[in-house]
């Protein structure tokens, strides 16, 4: 069974600094899919950004990108200009590309506070 | 388009009630999902579905069921609802397993 480790539980950045959430993954297989899904107050899952894994360029999606070490199996969350609406828990997840099987696996999530 | 949509949003009941949560999505997804969220913590898959008349079981399937008898519709039955389901409840679905997956807006669920 894939396992998903996000090893910082509470995190807490000055507004406008970068702050880098991370996370590690444990899988025999080669071909799968990474993700970062954002949670506010709101209680609403929001798609961060999403990786590939057969591809080596790291994704990124505007102030939002990753750190892939594919042979580390590290999928590290850089936020830069950090700001206050950036205040959520933040999931790590990975899913299998084995058809019928890509079930999603959450890690135990980060909190992230940005202070004014 | 209404995307994923929930209901109740919330629903207290005794132990040993049981109750069904309605999740329905629009976007002609083939992949639907159930998870809970307990108190500070990540998701935890209970249920998927592939497809119309296709189900298989998650990480914590004890004390639920579920059925996919139409592409839109996966309910999730409780049966003999215990206090450790108490949880918020998430469906979910997407159009393939790789892809961004779309969220309802959860269900709290408290048994007392």
């Known amino acids: 069974a894939q396992t998903v480790t996000q090893s910082q539980p509470e995190m807490s950045v000055q507004e406008a600094e970068t702050v880098t959430l991370s996370c590690t993954y444990d899988t025999s297989e080669n071909n799968y899919y990474l993700f970062w899904y954002k949670q506010p107050p709101s209680r609403q899952m929001i798609l961060v950004i999403r990786?590939?894994?057969?591809?080596?360029q790291n994704a990124t999606e505007n102030r939002f990108s990753v750190n892939f070490q594919k042979a580390a199996k590290s999928f590290s969350l850089k936020i830069s200009d950090s700001q206050l609406g950036d205040t959520a828990m933040y999931f790590c997840?990975?899913?299998?590309?084995?058809?019928?099987?890509?079930?999603?696996?959450f890690g135990t999530g980060t909190r992230l506070t940005i202070i004014p | 388009n209404a995307g994923v949509t929930q209901t109740p949003k919330f629903r207290i009941l005794k132990i040993g009630q049981s109750m069904t949560l309605q999740c329905a999505q629009d976007m002609n997804h083939n992949y639907m999902y159930w998870y809970r969220q307990d108190p500070g913590m990540g998701l935890k898959l209970i249920y998927y579905?592939?497809?119309?008349?296709?189900?298989d079981k998650g990480e914590v399937p004890n004390g639920y069921n579920v059925s996919r008898s139409t592409t839109e519709d996966f309910p999730l039955r409780l049966e003999l609802a215990a206090p450790s389901q108490t949880s918020v409840y998430f469906c979910?679905?997407?159009?393939?397993?790789?892809?961004?997956?779309?969220f309802g807006s959860g269900t709290q669920l408290s048994v007392l």
């Open positions: 979910a679905s997407s159009y393939w397993g790789g892809e961004k997956l779309f």
């Open positions: 579905s592939v497809g119309a008349g296709i189900t």
């Open positions: 990786q590939e894994a057969y591809k080596q």
């Open positions: 997840a990975f899913a299998l590309s084995n058809f019928g099987n890509e079930k999603l696996t």
